[in-house]
């Protein structure tokens, strides 16, 4: 039976000005053909698969691809050739634009003429799951209703997109909330480095000795609990709108959430690369956008290992080690029960360290756009924006500022240490009474509070407490308030030069 892969549906928007790729199954011994905008390529099945590549085309349509094999045919409708991304991560990116800051006045006006379609990869555990539900799954045009539950990152990033670019954006969302990045590569990149193989060595402990009979129904014994506890939790709601998350665990239970982690569960390390990440792959993209980290705040030291290895990976798997891929560096945030552990400063420092490192990156900063006390925050619009500003920078030659201060460099003088940045040629900007935030240190690297004094692009910091300066860092807290931007209305990002 002549079958696309699941990614290929009517509304699609292809990748312009790239080799197209297209695939799936067939009977053996068959010749298949795509044609699409006048051009036809050819591919023979083999083991019931085929794969093939058009050749690039410029930004237009609509039009129909037809995929045949002689016998059955296969037709696409009002498929556009655009810009496509994938947008990657956890559930600040998940975040639907139905629940986002100003989310129902766009829908309520929203139409095609925003120039953003969408995909949205089936969140499934197995693939026996990821067969049954990809056969549902479609491209779907901007409409009040289909729009509800598109990423409002990626939304807010692809209507700037594509108003400056005057061209259809393709977003497709392959994301899943509280997954750690480890869920998103496979197994063999988690058990060849001693950096990260801990998660994969930790979950092979979880189930040793256990059949997957056993693991199935515990599984499934989880999934009865953890329902009539979130019916429980949305009855804890209804009563009191603002009940405090402790409050609201004493009278449902244990919060059990994500369940027993085993070859079912969709949050074990690989499970989401193998069933939702390379069901869309090797689907032909301009880049990526990821905005993730949260989920492996518990595991800090490790990540720029961990998400570095992913980056490399998901471009070897496409093909291309140079396909752009854009971060977003966690905002600030904290729970107001929880002390500052500090280990969200360490996955920013992480998260810019892979920008600094890896080829063809681009960053987000969004410090400013943290709520204290809500790891959701609700105005996904600079979010969105800042990535956007990011792509027009990198991949698309367009004299934009993408940037606000980053931190450049340091000299020690005058019984302090002045700071050099990237980005600041205009100097900056104080929101707030005064600028906050820095911190600086002696060789034991134990941090005050500092004073600070701004001569141009410069920052001298300072301290009475500390006579023989060593170090200095900026907004180096799981929340702070933050104070200090360039003229773009980008904050300046936070940084230790003890992390050097």
Known sequence: ????????SNNMVLQRDKNIAVWGRGEDGKTVSVTLNGVTKTAAVKEGKWSLELPPMSAGGEYQMVVTDGTETITFCRVVIGEVWLCGGQSNMELELQNAKDGKEILSTLDESCGVRFYYTPKVGTEEEAEKQGANTCWNTAS??????????????????????????????????GTSASSWVDKETLENDKTISSYIEEYNEKIKGKTLEQQIQEYRDYEKYHEEWCRKEQECYKQEPGMSWTKVCEICGENKWPGPLNEINPFRPAGMYHNMLMRVCPYTLKGFLYYQGESDDHKPDSYYRLFTSLISLWREKWGDDTLPFIMVQLPMFKYAADPDYKHWCKIRSAQMKAFRTVKNTGIAVISDCGEFDNIHPLDKQPVGERLCLQAEKLCYGMDVKAFGPLYKSYIVKDGGIELSFDYAENGFVIKGEKPMGFEISGEDGNFVTA???????KIFVSSPEIAEPRYVRYNWFNYAEVTIYNETGIPLAPFSTFDE
């Open 1 to 8: 039976m002549l079958k696309a892969a699941q990614i290929f």
């Open 144 to 177: 009040t209703e289909s729009a509800k539950a598109w990423s409002a990152v990626g939304f807010h990033f692809a209507r700037k997109l594509s108003r400056e670019l005057g061209v259809t954006i393709g977003l497709i969302g392959c994301n899943w909330g």
């Open 451 to 457: 004073d600070i004094k701004i001569d141009g692009s």
